[in-house]
């Protein structure tokens, strides 16, 4: 079975500063996707980036980047120019394209500092 | 390692009739939530759940869902008539503590119940 970890409960940041949040999963497959979920204080879950395992390049998405590696099965997302409104519980997600299972971490909670 | 975990894996009923599902959280978890995958990625908070209450629900949480925990293991997500639009991937998720408390807010979630509306 797929497990996705994140080993960083909570992490903070300077406005305008650049943090990196680490994503390690497990999987046999080859076929999947990784994303990243931010969880503001509404609950919902926004879509903040998706990254195709197939691709070798790194998924952007504005201040948004990706460093997937594969080999190491790491997803890490990296945000840039962090902004106040960057705070939120951050999670990763593996989905496999076998049968659409989806697995979460357990969530990394960002603080953005002014 | 503890874990949540959910049954069934995968659920299918005639459209109109009424579901279960379940999901037994973390022991020593208090918080409580079921989100809900529709085809595709988009991932949506339903509802949370802490001390025998609905603590916070989103707007998708209308009369014909409803959440209970009957005994002091299974956390339980009931929809009363089914329809077609209901047919999506059910995450339960638990945590030791609400949102905001650092370290102990992380939400662990289960495998998911994929459920099917004919």
């Known amino acids: 079975a797929q497990t996705v970890t994140q080993s960083q409960p909570e992490m903070s940041v300077q406005e305008a500063e650049t943090v990196t949040l680490s994503c390690t999963y497990d999987t046999s497959e080859n076929n999947y996707y990784l994303f990243w979920y931010k969880q503001p204080p509404s609950r919902q879950m926004i879509l903040v980036i998706r990254?195709?395992?197939?691709?070798?390049q790194n998924a952007t998405e504005n201040r948004f980047s990706v460093n997937f590696q594969k080999a190491a099965k790491s997803f890490s997302l990296k945000i840039s120019d962090s902004q106040l409104g960057d705070t939120a519980m951050y999670f990763c997600?593996?989905?496999?394209?076998?049968?659409?299972?989806?697995?979460f971490g357990a969530g990394t909670r960002l603080t953005v500092k002014p | 390692e503890p874990e949540v975990t959910q049954t069934p894996s995968h659920q299918v009923t005639q459209m109109g009739q009424e579901v279960i599902l379940r999901c037994v959280p973390i022991?020593?978890?208090?918080?409580f939530y079921w989100y809900r995958q529709i085809l595709g990625q988009k991932v949506e908070f339903l509802v949370s759940f802490y001390n025998n209450e609905i603590s916070e629900k989103s707007e998708i949480f209308d009369d014909q869902f409803s959440v209970e925990r009957p005994d002091g293991s299974n956390f339980t997500l009931k929809i009363r008539s089914t329809k077609l639009e209901d047919s999506a991937m059910y995450f339960c998720a638990s945590s030791k503590t609400g949102q905001g408390t650092p370290s102990t807010d992380e939400q662990f979630f289960g495998p998911g119940t994929r459920l099917t509306v004919l």
């Open positions: 990254q195709e395992a197939y691709k070798q």
């Open positions: 022991s020593n978890h208090l918080y």
């Open positions: 997600a593996f989905m496999s394209l076998n049968n659409n299972d989806m697995r």
